[in-house]
């Protein structure tokens, strides 16, 4: 497509139920998205970025995400996300990222062991990063959470190392599921690949509620574009 309309891959599993939700945000914020089947071994010609969306990805047997890892497509998007495309994982798709090793910490049972439906606010607390480059960093954005995994975790030397380097992009203002350091969305080092707990494609229109997931989406937008321009 055009660079004001990037082609974005959203990539559907088994047991996704987020990835027509991710698609429609994204046409609706000006991208080209396209439906990516698991078994697939290549991405759609000429994307610009991916998207991980939410949902059961293989039923979640074993752990959220392990199975998922070793999906036919997931060797096009290790390559794509390690040649710097921007990669976004959202909720399911953090699990699948974490359990692939393209971003640090694993994704555990809430701690109140119940699962969590409802708005909440997200510190944003880097900007260098693909995805939250327009933002500020304290800027908070209300976007709903849904999941019954989503207690991030990593050891306290860890959790340090992220924060001296960056990592640590989104937080929740408030204790949500017992996630350690309270982080919601963790970057890698280079910053184009982002896993989030919070559902930014289901806070992008005000006739529906809160709107904080559109810079995050934005961001991916941009950087697709920008892609799209540096490689022709």
């Known amino acids: 497509m055009t660079e004001s309309h990037p082609t974005i891959a959203v990539v559907v599993f088994p047991g996704s139920n987020d990835d027509r939700d991710a698609a429609l945000a994204l046409e609706t914020l000006g991208a080209d998205a396209r439906l990516v089947w698991h078994a697939d071994l290549e991405l759609p010609a000429g994307t610009a970025g991916v998207v991980l969306p939410g949902g059961f990805a293989y039923g979640d047997y074993l752990r959220c995400g392990a199975i998922a890892r070793f999906a036919p497509v997931m060797d096009a998007v290790r390559e794509f996300a390690l040649d710097g495309g921007p990669v976004l994982g959202i909720c399911n798709g953090f699990q699948i990222l974490c359990e692939a090793g393209l971003l640090p910490g694993i994704l555990r049972r809430n701690a109140q062991l119940e699962f969590i439906c409802r708005d909440v606010p997200v510190r944003v ?3 260098e990063t693909t ?9 908070e954005l209300v976007i709903p959470v849904k999941h ?8 306290a030397p860890l959790l340090d190392d992220l924060e001296a380097r960056g990592q640590v992009v989104l937080r929740y203002v408030a204790d949500v599921n017992g996630a350690f350091g309270r982080v919601a969305g963790v970057a ?5 690949i982002l896993g989030l707990m919070p559902h930014p494609e289901h806070a992008v229109d005000p006739l529906l509620g809160p709107t904080g997931g559109v810079p995050l989406l934005r961001g991916l937008i941009a950087a697709a574009s920008d892609r799209l321009s540096a490689f022709g």
């Open 125 to 127: 607390e880097q900007t």
């Open 148 to 155: 019954g995994e989503g207690n991030w975790f990593a050891d």
């Open 131 to 139: 995805f939250t480059a327009s933002c500020t960093v304290g800027d």
């Open 188 to 192: 890698n080092e280079a910053g184009n």
